[in-house]
């Protein structure tokens, strides 16, 4: 079944320890990228990877760090979280960004740091 | 700057009745328009995707029209069933080059339906 699987679904950690959300897709997508969602403000994009080695930041990138080793995995990395962090975080695959292939979505990660 | 904004921002409507939301943007220059729903706490799912050329799409129960001269779009749900409760999300796709990606995201309509 194609997919985007992200792991763990639900996660609390306290202030300051390391973490990484994992990201996974079956697909052969070029493009991957992750997104957090927190009331009222609808899906912001987190960073984005064009293709394998080749990452960017988006909109909120501060406190993150990704890698693009290999072409299925994106994984997601809070070096040392804090409160203003815990949202939902979505992963998403396509096979490019900006045409018309339909987006991916993994299913979510609910983060909380306290 | 790029945006979408999406209207209303929440809908109540009673089961068995027709809706409409609304979608406009502002981005530059356009390649396509996506509309997704989004069950809470799930990742949003594709309903439908337009490019410029294309005025309607359906997807069972969902229609989505576009007027790339208004930069507006619209999805009309028919016969609308307690499954259609959800956000739902407007995403607008600018030429690559056009953005940090291309992606612009509304902030949703949350639609709720009523037995």
């Known amino acids: 079944e194609a997919q985007v699987t992200q792991n763990p679904r639900y996660l609390i950690t306290v202030t300051g320890k390391k973490l990484t959300v994992t990201c996974s897709q079956n697909?052969?997508?070029?493009?991957m990228s992750w997104y957090r969602q927190d009331p009222g403000l609808g899906l912001r994009q987190i960073y984005y990877s064009m293709n394998v080695e080749v990452t960017d930041k988006g909109d909120v990138p501060e406190g993150y760090k990704v890698s693009r080793k290999e072409k299925r995995n994106f994984p997601l990395i809070l070096e040392s979280p804090s409160p203003n962090q815990t949202s939902l975080y979505f992963c998403?695959?396509?096979?490019?960004?900006?045409?018309?292939?339909?987006?991916?979505f993994g299913s979510g990660t609910r983060l909380t740091v306290v | 700057k790029n945006q979408v904004e999406q209207s209303p921002q929440s809908l109540i409507i009673l089961e068995g009745k027709n809706c409409t939301l609304q979608?406009?943007?502002?981005?530059?220059?356009?390649?396509?328009l996506r509309w997704y729903k989004q069950d809470t706490g799930r990742g949003p799912v594709s309903l439908t995707i337009?490019?410029?050329?294309?005025n309607t799409k359906s997807n069972g129960r969902y229609t989505a029209t576009l007027d790339a001269d208004t930069k507006q779009s619209s999805l009309h749900i028919t016969a609308s069933q307690l499954s259609d409760s959800a956000s739902y999300i407007c995403?607008?796709?600018?030429?690559?080059?056009?953005?940090?990606?291309?992606?612009?995201f509304g902030k949703g309509t949350h639609l709720i339906i009523q037995p």
């Open positions: 995403v607008v796709s600018a030429l690559r080059g056009g953005g940090a990606d291309g992606l612009t």
């Open positions: 697909m052969n997508h070029e493009y």
């Open positions: 337009m490019t410029f050329s294309e």
């Open positions: 979608c406009n943007y502002t981005v530059s220059p356009f390649s396509n």
């Open positions: 998403a695959s396509s096979l490019s960004s900006a045409g018309v292939a339909g987006y991916t």
